[in-house]
């Protein structure tokens, strides 16, 4: 078995038996990627802080017969700031829900792994009104349907951000965020988010 490594956002976990559990992780050199991880929920595991919900962490795998299964992590980011706030926290659920939900498992695309690392990286840093996040949100949304192939038309978004004087109330936003979830619904259908 070979053993392969990289760069990782954990998105999603999912218990699996006893003490195991599935991770959906994001990675820089292979894209979207399940792995299991041998008895991370037990009291002793010494992965388990490593890799817990939008952690970015260097990770470790080998190819099993029907699944990757993890062999080591050492995080690198927790993005601590973002966890103590639950309105940074529901920001970041939605672009990793997105992340998820229109990613192709397997296939890699480092644009797209450093777009959601950076994003998570600004919203940790940053300190943001309700209008500024509602903003943030439709500007990496515009982005991220653009790394897909799918940049919509009306680049409103586009203009503000790059300081032509338009202005954007909460509502106009909140209706680009109508379109843009349309825009993602007829990408792949209707996906669970």
């Known amino acids: 078995m070979s053993q392969r490594s990289t760069i990782a956002l954990v998105v999603k976990r999912k218990n699996k038996g006893e003490h195991d559990q599935l991770l ?60 103590k706030d639950l309105i940074k ?19 890699k695309d480092e644009a797209i792994f450093n777009l959601v690392v950076g994003a998570l990286d ?15 949100l439709r500007y990496f949304e515009f982005k991220f349907l653009s790394l897909l192939g799918y940049e919509p038309e009306d680049k409103t978004i586009m203009r503000a951000f790059c300081n032509e004087h338009i202005a954007l109330s909460e509502q106009e936003l909140d209706t680009m965020e109508e379109i843009f979830d349309r825009h993602f619904r007829d990408i792949y259908g209707v996906v669970n988010m």
């Open 89 to 107: 926290l529901k920001a970041a659920q939605r672009i990793v829900k997105l992340l998820d939900a229109y990613t192709i498992t397997e296939a």
């Open 122 to 136: 600004y919203l940790n840093r940053r300190e943001m009104t309700m209008l500024e996040l509602k903003f943030f």
């Open 24 to 83: 959906t992780l994001f990675t820089k050199r292979y894209g979207k990627i399940e792995c299991v991880c041998r008895g991370i929920r037990k009291k002793e595991a010494k992965l388990a802080g490593h890799l817990g919900l939008l952690c970015v962490s260097d990770v470790s795998f080998v190819l099993g017969k029907h699944t990757k299964v993890l062999t080591s992590a050492c995080d690198r980011e927790h993005f601590s700031a973002i966890k």
